[in-house]
């Protein structure tokens, strides 16, 4: 699935605790590496769910925590901004993720 995953438009379904997330974790990871001036942005629904994923990211594949950040709720506008240009790895909710780039701070120039 990783492969195929890789190479093409891929959706994932499997049951809780079947990898879908190391699954997501490698070909961000490879992405990460080959494209080196390349942002990735890893949405999931809820704020527990967000932090969950950016820890089993950094400990599945060791993806550079300098690199990444969780956005959520919690984090101000401002500080968005800064990160959207100085980051390489997104952890947002959907609801963070529209609302920076209704606001410009998440334009396609730098997303």
């Given amino acids: 699935m990783v492969e195929k995953a890789l190479f093409t438009n891929t959706l994932v379904a499997l049951p809780t605790g079947l990898g879908k997330t190391f699954i997501a974790a490698v070909v961000m990871y490879n992405y990460f590496r080959w494209f080196p001036e390349g942002k990735i942005v890893f949405t999931a629904p809820s704020r527990p769910l967000v932090t969950q994923q950016i820890e089993a990211c950094h400990n599945v594949v060791g993806i550079p925590q300098e690199w990444a950040v969780d956005m959520i709720g919690s984090n101000s506008p401002s500080d ?32």
């Fill in 80 to 111: 968005r901004s800064v990160y959207w240009k100085s980051k390489r790895v997104f952890f947002v909710t959907p609801q963070v993720l529209d609302n920076d780039i209704q606001s410009g701070d998440a334009s396609y120039d730098i997303c």
